[in-house]
T-cell receptor, first 116, second 116 residues
Framework: AQKVTQAQTEISVVEKEDVTLDCVYE???????LFWYKQPPSGELVFLIR??????QNEISGRYSWNFQKSTSSFNFTITASQVVDSAVYFC?????????????FGPGTSLSVIP | DTGVSQNPRHKITKRGQNVTFRCDPI?????LYWYRQTLGQGPEFLTY????????KSRLLSDRFSAERPKGSFSTLEIQRTEQGDSAMYLC??????????????FGPGTRLTVL
């Protein structure tokens, strides 16, 4: 069963619009980690954020922000004032204590296109 | 600090041939991971090493696949008797084991394999 769901396959926005990428995860562990990675057209996965299950504080980094809600098992990612350089595939991922965190389970990704 | 490097970046081979990919992790990273990514999907875990020990192998890793990390530094992934279904991007990642919790994995640019 897929443990990380990214329901939005593709999103297109016009430059400077805000966009939220959804991520819903499923785990039986009480201790786990969540990640977001960006994969630009060049192909290399770029680490964006890591968050553990005990830290529900939202995080902001420049134009990026993340909203972690354990009650809904969601870890959504918002880009404010999007730019063309934000065009990429974004992956949400989960790492569980029961696997000693060794396996990272990736969602299917959301392809974001920012149109100038 | 240089990132994870992978060679070659692209490989085209004929069905039935053997191929070998190389991954050089970030220096002093003791963990090294291999993933496979097919078009439109997120990366799927294949195997990982802690130093030179291979600690986990996915069921995706058939008998035709073998990975090594002989000196705990670079790693090789070999696919024997390639099949068209092996066509994918093969990603390598590395991390350094922290005090607790999940490591952050840093990815290389990948090797794109095309089996004709």
């Amino acid at each position: 069963a897929q443990k990380v769901t990214q329901a939005q396959t593709e999103i297109s926005v016009v430059e400077k619009e805000d966009v939220t990428l959804d991520c819903v995860y499923e785990t039986r562990d009480t201790t786990y980690y969540l990640f977001w990675y960006k994969q630009p057209p060049s192909g290399e996965l770029v680490f964006l954020i890591r968050r553990n299950s005990f830290d529900e504080q939202n995080e902001i980094s420049g134009r990026y922000s993340w909203n972690f809600q354990k009650s809904t098992s969601s870890f959504n990612f918002t880009i404010t004032a999007s730019q063309v350089v934000d065009s990429a595939v974004y992956f949400c991922a989960l790492s569980e204590a029961r696997t000693s965190y060794d396996k990272v389970i990736f969602g299917p990704g959301t392809s974001l296109s920012v149109i100038p | 600090d240089t990132g994870v490097s992978q060679n070659p970046r692209h490989k085209i081979t004929k069905r039935g041939q053997n191929v070998t990919f190389r991954c050089d992790p970030i220096s002093e990273h003791n963990r090294l991971y291999w993933y496979r990514q097919t078009l439109g999907q997120g990366p799927e875990f294949l195997t990982y090493f802690q130093n030179e020990a291979q600690l986990e192998k996915s069921r995706l890793l058939s008998d035709r696949f073998s990975a090594e990390r002989p000196k705990g530094s670079f790693s090789t992934l070999e696919i024997q008797r390639t099949e068209q279904g092996d066509s994918a991007m093969y990603l390598c990642a590395s991390s350094v084991t922290g005090l607790a919790g999940a490591d952050t994995q840093y990815f290389g640019p990948g090797t794109r394999l095309t089996v004709l």
